[in-house]
Structures are given as structure tokens and as C-alpha cells.
């Protein structure tokens, strides 16, 4: 089975940033050009583990690529489009071919904001975007969302939001090339094995120290007796 370790951006709009939205993720451009796709090697590193992603971005539709090999790899399929245009959600539709070919972990519809009201002539509202994403297993991410009351900033657990939210939606997933990170307990419980076994490693010297006195002791009360007994 083929390493699944890859990542891909899909520009479906030239509206849509491809490179700066790479970028915001993992602070590179994408450099590496093959054909129709740039790469480049995304370290993630969290609390609980380390892996290296094939970021992949490309303009490219699904009928351009279904041919590469690269997209074997994808475990994580970000599709960027823009609201206002009804033709960039139509290229966005396309994509269900890969998806239904490959089934990718993560699947994510990603845009700038919606437009406002019932201004959506000729694009896509949000509502129309929502369903569409319930069907077809995807979640949706708006790049210009904010945390929306103050109270919310404040709560322990805050719903992240834009590119922060994709960039954790990609790190929950289990990537064929994770490198697990022993948890602070564990790395607890081997400090203080450490200091035992160092503990341990005294003991004897300390042991044979008192072993030396215990003798001299015994030898001087053997010399007593013998000096009372006879004189």
C-alpha cells in the first residue's frame, strides 16, 4: 500500500491564493514544480506526535491530474473556491471523481467569506454550500471567520477558526508516517527511573562501606575478649 502522507490544495478559482493560503499553513512557498503540481515537505510537530506531509498545490481540475501518481498519496484534499462565482463551485464538484477514487481522511471546502444577505447572484450562499458539504462529507472553512462574542474568547475550549482550524483539522489525522511522542507522563515516569536507577548504582559502594566498618567493629571486640580471657 502506498505511503498516505500527502496534502492537496486545489485553486479553483483565480481569485483564490493557492500559494499564500500554503504559505499561512506552514510559513513556504511551494517551490518544487512537477508538471501541474509544486510540493513541498510540511513538518508537523504537536504535542502528540511528528510527521513529514507532501503539501501539494496545483490549479490543475480532477480531469488534469487523474493521471498522476502523486495524488496516491493524498490523505487530506483542501478544495479553495470563491462564492461569488457559480463556475469556481462547479470545478469544486468535479472533485468528487478523486474522491470517490481515492476517499482522502480529511475533506475540507475552503473560502474567503460569503456574500452578504441575499446577494449571491450568480455564486453560492452559505446555506447552499453547507448542504452541499453535509452531503458529501466535507467541512466547511471560511478564511475570514472570527471568534464571534468576547464570552467566547474567554471560554478554555475555543472552536479555532480560518486557517488555524485547517491546519488542525489536517493534524488530526493519522498519517502513515507519524512518529509518536511519549506523553509527559511517560516522560515522568522515566525521569524517575532514571534517578532510581542512579540511586541504585551508589548503593553497592555505600553497602561495601558499611560492610568495613561492620569487620573493624567485630575485630576490635574479638581482640577485647581475647586480652580479658587470657590476660
Known sequence: MA???????????????IQKLAAD??????VREQHL???????????YYEADLDLMTTKGTWQDLKLQDELKCVDGLVLAFDPTEGQSFDLVKLWLGFVDE?????LLLVCSTFPSGDDVAGGVSRQAALEWCIEHSFELVELSAEIENEDQQEECFVE???????????QTNM??????????QE??????????EEGDSSQPEH??????????????VLRFVIEVMYG
Not at 553497602?207 to 576490635?220: E, F, H, K, L, P
Open 102 to 106: 481515492h476517499q482522502p481522511a480529511i
Open 175 to 184: 498519517w502513515s508516517n507519524m512518529r509518536r511522542k511519549a506523553p509527559p
Open 187 to 196: 516522560n515522568a515516569a522515566a525521569a524517575v527511573a532514571s534517578k532510581s
Open 160 to 170: 479555532k477558526v480560518g486557517v488555524a482550524r485547517i491546519s488542525e483539522a489536517l
Open 25 to 30: 499553513l506552514c510559513g513556504v512557498v511551494c
Open 207 to 220: 553497602t561495601s562501606s558499611q560492610r568495613r566498618v561492620g569487620v573493624t567493629c567485630d575485630i576490635v
Open 37 to 47: 503540481i509544486q510540493r513541498l515537505t510540511w513538518k508537523i510537530s504537536n504535542k
Open 3 to 17: 505511503s498516505r502522507n500527502g496534502v492537496l490544495l486545489v485553486q479553483c478559482s483565480d481569485l483564490v491564493d
